[in-house]
């Protein structure tokens, strides 16, 4: 499904921050992506997504090169992959039911479908009771689960989330895991960014691992290791 080959990624100032990565994802797998900060995890993720473009090598995603995607295909890309950020990126003006259907209107779906789905994922991170609160009434946890909901809104067939628990407690941490593996069983290939080592320790899933721009490790059924 993910097929990365020979990847290199040279920042305009000449900084290698992917240096020949080769990496490959199985439909519905779920995949820790760990490293060092600077370790090129951000990058990769960009890359991933066609904010940027490689400096060499391919990305290969459900069989096509998506370094050669022409502009007005990135949209579509970008449906096929949901997308956490680490700041979320939720917009202020917006309740939390706002935030979720905009996923869903800025790619034109019927407006019925916007009211069947937008409840269904608020009801699956538990955030019903919130629809109508807007980002800065809400928690860290909530606010993750809100970006959560709206990554997932899509049905995307990959789940993307970088540093998901960085700014929770372990409480919130779990539940945001509990919520990973909920959407991985339904089918979803599921890749997480994390530094979070007692959470990838307990997960027992499989492990890449990055230092200064190339795979060190790819682990299955693994932990965080010392590399990174
Ligand atoms: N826009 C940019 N221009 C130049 N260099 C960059 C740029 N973005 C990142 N870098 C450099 O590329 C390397 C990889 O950065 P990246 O952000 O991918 O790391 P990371 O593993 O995500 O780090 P962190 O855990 O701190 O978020 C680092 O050396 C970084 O300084």
Redesign the pocket.
Known sequence: MIRLENMTKI???G?T?LNNVSLQIQKGEFVFVV??????????IKLLMKELQPSEGKIIIDNKDITRLKKRYVPILRRNIGVVFQDFRLLDKMSVYDNVAFALKVTEEPNKKIRRMVPTVLSMVGLSKKAKMYPKEISGGEKQRTALARAIVNNPPILIADEPTGNLDPSNSWEIMKLLTEINMRGTTVVVVT?DKEMVNAMKKRVVT?KN?SIVRDVQRGDYGDEA
Do not use: F, M, W
Request: net charge positive.
């Open positions: 920042y305009p100032n900084v921050a490293g060092n900060s600077g370790s090129g995890k951000t990058t990769l530094h990055l721009g």
